[in-house]
């Protein structure tokens, strides 16, 4: 007999289905999807004890066919793979060359100047702008220039539009409905084998991806400068399996999720007109002072833009669902059994709009965070209660590249809006923020690809 469990209930728009069961069914419930069972957390606290404090039993990836074995070359790199100490290896790596004091104090002017290009591109024409490519390049040579010691020219280089392939063709296989089926439905396990998909994904890693990625890895340990790929072939040593796994998860990961994130940003301040008139009119008193925008470090004296770039995060999480975890031996959490086995899940959506943790929730409200202006790399390791945000994960698996999305964020904005202010598109198509909470269970909640405008401004 085959089991469904809940597969069917969760419906066309998973995200609506299980908001609405985290208001029926409290901050914690347990499903079936075919024979997996998973566990879905809507509040932070409980996600804290599961998964932080029990990170030990917590630390694990569940396992799909397409992901674990082909895109990781059998479970190598740091996002599909189990945390295994080559894991543990490559992730120490990561944290070092991407710590907060190293991307300040070695790549800040750099860091800067690709946002300057960034800015100047968008305001060129004057008239409607889809932002989305501009938004992906511009995070694209963030993470490349940290881990492989490149850069694109533009959206029509070979370099970006070969990453771009790749980076949607691996995407494209990460949904769970249709290329992931028979993990939860055992008996369409050879789905994807009958319809030829493993085999043309297979193909694509091997014959195009992995050897693109051994000619940027070999152009990086020629060159003269530090960067991710020759820490984790020359300083750890790793396979170079490893290493292309670890530098594909960097790209895709710190690309994909920062263009989401400015992408919802824009989309959301363009309809308040009068919070980006106060981020200006705090950047004004800093320039005027300083003549000069401000640094990174100096993000304290624009608290205001810290907290909306916050509570942008908080309305739109970039990651609906997060990153699944998977139960590694049968754990104890409040006197209930939680068997190996299960995937947990921390309901981004709804811990974001935990009334008692954000009041009025639906309402976007910077000021909540002007007393939480700590970076979210040094508050994502703190006690529950010292932290203000839960988009970047939890335990060991909290994302690596936190201090880096950061800057880019304070970079953009910066620039952004001492030089210019984002309005709907001239043409009057609406600007749809509730289209968020009609998709899957996808890794990463796009925005609508609405084209925007970006107006200079006249400053007196």
């Given at each position: 007999m085959i089991q469904i469990g809940h597969l069917f209930a969760i419906g066309k728009n998973p995200r609506k289905t299980f908001l609405q069961w985290h208001h029926e069914l409290g901050p914690i419930f347990?499903?079936?999807?075919?024979?997996?069972?998973?566990i879905m957390i809507g509040r932070a606290d409980i996600a804290y004890e599961i998964l932080h404090k029990e990170r030990n039993n917590t630390s694990g990836k569940p396992f799909y066919r397409l992901l674990s074995e082909f895109y990781s070359c059998e479970e190598k790199g740091i996002v599909f793979s189990q945390p295994t100490p080559s894991w543990r290896q490559a992730r120490a790596a990561v944290l070092s060359v991407l710590s907060p004091k190293k991307?300040?104090?070695?790549?800040?002017?750099?860091?800067?100047?690709?946002a300057d290009e960034l800015i100047d591109i968008l305001m060129a024409g004057q008239e409607d702008i889809d932002p989305t490519n501009h938004l992906l390049r511009a995070s694209l040579n963030f993470i490349l220039i940290t881990c492989l010691n490149k850069r694109t020219s533009s959206i029509d280089d070979p370099l970006f539009t070969t990453l771009i392939d790749l980076l949607q063709s691996c995407i494209a296989h990460s949904d769970i409905v249709?290329?992931?089926?028979?993990?939860?439905?055992p008996v369409l396990s050879m789905l994807n084998r009958w319809t030829g998909t493993e085999q043309a994904f297979a193909d694509l890693l091997k014959n195009k991806r992995n050897p693109f990625y051994m000619q940027l890895i070999q152009e990086a340990l020629e060159s003269d400068t530090d960067c991710l790929a020759k820490v984790l072939m020359i300083r750890e040593k790793l396979d170079v399996e490893y290493v292309i796994a670890t530098l594909n998860d960097m790209v895709i990961a710190g690309s994909d999720t920062t263009t989401v994130t400015l992408g919802w940003a824009f989309s959301i301040l363009c309809t308040m007109p009068d919070v980006q008139e106060k981020i200006q009119q705090e950047i004004d008193a800093f320039t005027s002072k300083h003549k000069r925008l401000p640094t990174f470090c100096e993000r304290n004296q624009v608290p205001y833009l810290i907290a909306v770039q916050k509570e942008c995060l908080r309305f739109r999480p970039t990651t609906p669902c997060g990153a699944p975890h998977l139960v590694d031996q049968d754990m104890?959490?409040?006197?209930?059994?939680?068997p190996k086995g299960t995937t947990v899940v921390a309901n981004m959506i709804a811990i974001h709009s935990n009334p008692d943790s954000f009041p009025e929730p639906k309402i976007f409200r910077p000021e909540r965070f002007l007393d939480h202006l700590e970076p979210m790399s040094i508050l994502a390791t703190k006690k529950i209660g010292e932290r203000d945000h839960f988009n970047f994960g939890?335990?060991?698996?909290?994302?690596?590249?936190?201090?880096?999305a950061e800057i880019q964020l304070f970079n953009v904005f910066t620039r952004v809006f001492s030089q210019c202010t984002i309005m709907p598109p001239a043409s009057g198509e609406k600007i749809d923020l509730d289209a968020y909470f009609s998709g899957s269970v996808g890794a990463i909640a796009a925005p609508p690809r609405t084209p925007l405008r970006f107006v200079a401004r006249s400053i007196k």
């Amino acid at each position: 007999m085959i089991q469904i469990g809940h597969l069917f209930a969760i419906g066309k728009n998973p995200r609506k289905t299980f908001l609405q069961w985290h208001h029926e069914l409290g901050p914690i419930f347990g499903l079936k999807l075919g024979v997996k069972p998973w566990i879905m957390i809507g509040r932070a606290d409980i996600a804290y004890e599961i998964l932080h404090k029990e990170r030990n039993n917590t630390s694990g990836k569940p396992f799909y066919r397409l992901l674990s074995e082909f895109y990781s070359c059998e479970e190598k790199g740091i996002v599909f793979s189990q945390p295994t100490p080559s894991w543990r290896q490559a992730r120490a790596a990561v944290l070092s060359v991407l710590s907060p004091k190293k991307l300040e104090n070695e790549l800040g002017d750099v860091l800067e100047r690709e946002a300057d290009e960034l800015i100047d591109i968008l305001m060129a024409g004057q008239e409607d702008i889809d932002p989305t490519n501009h938004l992906l390049r511009a995070s694209l040579n963030f993470i490349l220039i940290t881990c492989l010691n490149k850069r694109t020219s533009s959206i029509d280089d070979p370099l970006f539009t070969t990453l771009i392939d790749l980076l949607q063709s691996c995407i494209a296989h990460s949904d769970i409905v249709k290329y992931h089926i028979g993990a939860f439905l055992p008996v369409l396990s050879m789905l994807n084998r009958w319809t030829g998909t493993e085999q043309a994904f297979a193909d694509l890693l091997k014959n195009k991806r992995n050897p693109f990625y051994m000619q940027l890895i070999q152009e990086a340990l020629e060159s003269d400068t530090d960067c991710l790929a020759k820490v984790l072939m020359i300083r750890e040593k790793l396979d170079v399996e490893y290493v292309i796994a670890t530098l594909n998860d960097m790209v895709i990961a710190g690309s994909d999720t920062t263009t989401v994130t400015l992408g919802w940003a824009f989309s959301i301040l363009c309809t308040m007109p009068d919070v980006q008139e106060k981020i200006q009119q705090e950047i004004d008193a800093f320039t005027s002072k300083h003549k000069r925008l401000p640094t990174f470090c100096e993000r304290n004296q624009v608290p205001y833009l810290i907290a909306v770039q916050k509570e942008c995060l908080r309305f739109r999480p970039t990651t609906p669902c997060g990153a699944p975890h998977l139960v590694d031996q049968d754990m104890e959490w409040r006197g209930n059994i939680i068997p190996k086995g299960t995937t947990v899940v921390a309901n981004m959506i709804a811990i974001h709009s935990n009334p008692d943790s954000f009041p009025e929730p639906k309402i976007f409200r910077p000021e909540r965070f002007l007393d939480h202006l700590e970076p979210m790399s040094i508050l994502a390791t703190k006690k529950i209660g010292e932290r203000d945000h839960f988009n970047f994960g939890w335990g060991r698996r909290v994302c690596p590249g936190i201090a880096l999305a950061e800057i880019q964020l304070f970079n953009v904005f910066t620039r952004v809006f001492s030089q210019c202010t984002i309005m709907p598109p001239a043409s009057g198509e609406k600007i749809d923020l509730d289209a968020y909470f009609s998709g899957s269970v996808g890794a990463i909640a796009a925005p609508p690809r609405t084209p925007l405008r970006f107006v200079a401004r006249s400053i007196k």
